[in-house]
């Protein structure tokens, strides 16, 4: 199939749709069911508290640090293109290799298998029609976003208001109506240690995954030097504001033996205690909202990821892969094949066994791309930077040192899980080395809509 030449991307996507698309696919159901796992690790509502403020300092530190790569290569394909820029085609090659065939569908089959349970539950459907209910709504969210960018995004802003709605009533219950002390109740069956309060920090981590993906749609941001670092860091400000108030409005409404005792119920009880039976199915639907917006980010940026590479012909079947739809200018066919990776990890695999088998590459990855920032201003010191990492150098080696805590605690865990990660990875070399050798090093044309040169004056004027 013979990609036309003219069809670009379209730069559509302003500050309210990127922030929405961060906010949404940072936010799904972790916030509603790890509230119980962070506190036991904690062994304090005090320090479950700190840990979540860690997590979102840590995270912060990564976006602002991104933002600073993100600003100078605003281009479709986000942490792919990156490590290609700065460590060369190989790297980029494997960290987008891994991302379009195991992390990203086994992250959306995740979500939908989750998605699944919560609509049995709540219609009564049978247990053993979940892998259809899963399949059925992601190819819904699928279909959505093979229509023009401006409806995932719609989309996007929609499900993050929705899911705001009952984190605002669990808020305003607990701050207003809770009863209990949110700082300084403890659990006495947890031994509190520096080692559980490491294991706290890495459950709200894993909560605030997700951020990065808005740099896959760098090709569609409008103005994206000066708003994809905006998108990313009030993003992840927004998301940190929400899950402290949320945690303290727990601690707030139920004692933390309580919160203990009943686990991944506690929210629930919650809602149905505040605003009985009605408030239980509010939240169950608010929970659903909120994960059909967290899959729509990701699969409107996972195939983003793949469009980059076919166009760099890296992939079999570039050609299709690389084709843009010529009234959407959405890449249909990356679409499509990410999602049929998606159901076959739903019918044929665990996928969130697989999700978490990649958590240590993604991490790997994560920790080249900060160095990046320090490799990209010793080899272009006089360039000019729309957007600059606050607190330099600073806040990249927090960053770094928040990755590999991640890494470490991955090898400690799980290294069979890490070894099977190293072979994922490894599968991509021969593949990257066939397509290179069978097409040679190819330079995407055309691969996004141009930024109009005021928008690059004014973002520049913008950040002195």
């Known amino acids: 199939?013979?990609?036309?030449?003219?069809?670009?991307?379209?730069?559509d996507l302003g500050l309210w749709s990127a922030l929405s698309l961060v906010i949404g696919t940072i936010i799904g159901a972790g916030v509603f069911v790890r509230q119980s796992a962070v506190l036991d690790d904690a062994g304090s509502t005090t320090m479950g508290l700190l840990a979540w403020l860690a997590g979102?300092?840590?995270?912060?530190t990564?976006?602002?640090?991104?933002?600073?790569?993100?600003?100078?290569?605003?281009?479709?394909?986000?942490?792919?293109v990156y490590m290609e820029k700065i460590y060369g085609r190989i790297w980029g090659f494997l960290s987008?290799?891994?991302?379009?065939?195991?992390?990203?569908?086994?992250?959306?089959?995740?979500?939908?298998?989750?998605?699944?349970?919560?609509?049995?539950?709540?219609?009564?459907?049978?247990?053993?029609?979940?892998?259809?209910?899963?399949?059925?709504?992601?190819?819904?969210?699928?279909?959505?976003?093979?229509?023009?960018?401006?409806?995932?995004?719609?989309?996007?802003?929609?499900?993050?208001?929705?899911?705001?709605?009952?984190?605002?009533?669990?808020?305003?219950?607990?701050?207003?109506?809770?009863?209990?002390?949110?700082?300084g109740q403890s659990i006495s069956e947890v031994h509190q240690s520096a080692g559980n309060f490491g294991v706290a920090i890495l459950a709200t981590l894993f909560a605030f995954d997700g951020w990065i993906l808005i740099a896959n749609?760098?090709?569609?941001?409008?103005?994206?030097?000066?708003?994809?670092p905006q998108a990313i860091t009030f993003g992840i400000l927004a998301v940190l504001a929400i899950y402290m108030l949320v945690s303290y409005g727990v601690y707030r409404a139920i004692p933390a033996e309580k919160i203990h005792s009943m686990g991944t119920g506690a929210i629930p009880f919650i809602?149905?205690?505040?605003?009985?039976?009605?408030?239980?199915?509010?939240?169950?639907?608010?929970?659903i909202?909120?994960?059909?917006?967290?899959?729509?980010?990701?699969?409107?940026?996972?195939?983003?990821?793949?469009?980059?590479?076919?166009?760099?012909n890296q992939l079999p079947f570039s050609r299709t892969l690389a084709y843009l739809h010529p009234k959407s200018h959405t890449p249909i066919f990356s679409t499509i094949a990410e999602l049929v990776i998606v159901a076959l990890m739903i019918i044929f695999s665990n996928a969130d066994r697989l999700s978490e088998l990649c958590i240590f590459t993604?991490?790997?990855?994560?920790?080249?791309?900060?160095?990046?920032?320090?490799?990209?201003?010793?080899?272009?010191?006089?360039?000019?930077?729309?957007?600059?990492?606050?607190?330099?150098?600073?806040?990249?080696?927090?960053?770094?040192?928040?990755?590999?805590?991640?890494?470490?605690?991955?090898?400690?865990?799980?290294?069979?899980?890490?070894?099977?990660?190293?072979?994922?990875?490894a599968v991509g070399v021969p593949v990257f080395y066939y397509e290179t050798k069978k097409h040679g090093i190819v330079e995407p044309q055309n691969e996004d809509a141009p930024i109009e040169e005021d928008e690059t004056d004014n973002s520049v004027k913008s950040n002195g």
């Open 62 to 80: 990564a976006g602002l640090t991104i933002a600073e790569i993100a600003s100078q290569m605003p281009e479709t394909g986000g942490l792919y």
């Open 96 to 183: 987008g290799w891994m991302q379009i065939i195991i992390y990203g569908p086994a992250m959306i089959a995740s979500l939908g298998a989750y998605l699944a349970i919560l609509l049995s539950d709540f219609f009564g459907f049978p247990s053993k029609y979940n892998a259809i209910i899963a399949i059925g709504t992601i190819i819904l969210v699928g279909i959505l976003n093979l229509f023009s960018n401006r409806y995932g995004a719609t989309f996007a802003i929609i499900t993050t208001l929705c899911k705001l709605i009952p984190v605002a009533a669990l808020i305003i219950f607990g701050l207003f109506f809770g009863k209990q002390g949110a700082v």
């Open 217 to 228: 749609l760098g090709g569609e941001i409008k103005n994206p030097r000066k708003r994809l």
């Open 1 to 11: 199939m013979k990609q036309q030449k003219e069809v670009s991307l379209d730069r």
């Open 289 to 312: 909202i909120s994960i059909v917006g967290c899959m729509n980010g990701k699969i409107m940026t996972f195939p983003r990821i793949m469009y980059a590479m076919a166009k760099r």
């Open 56 to 60: 979102g300092v840590l995270t912060i």
């Open 271 to 287: 809602a149905t205690t505040a605003f009985g039976d009605v408030g239980g199915k509010i939240l169950s639907i608010g929970i």
């Open 362 to 425: 993604v991490y790997c990855f994560y920790v080249m791309a900060f160095v990046g920032v320090f490799l990209l201003r010793k080899r272009n010191p006089n360039q000019h930077r729309v957007f600059s990492t606050p607190l330099f150098p600073l806040t990249p080696i927090v960053a770094i040192g928040g990755s590999l805590f991640v890494i470490a605690s991955e090898i400690v865990s799980d290294l069979p899980g890490v070894l099977t990660s190293f072979i994922f990875v």
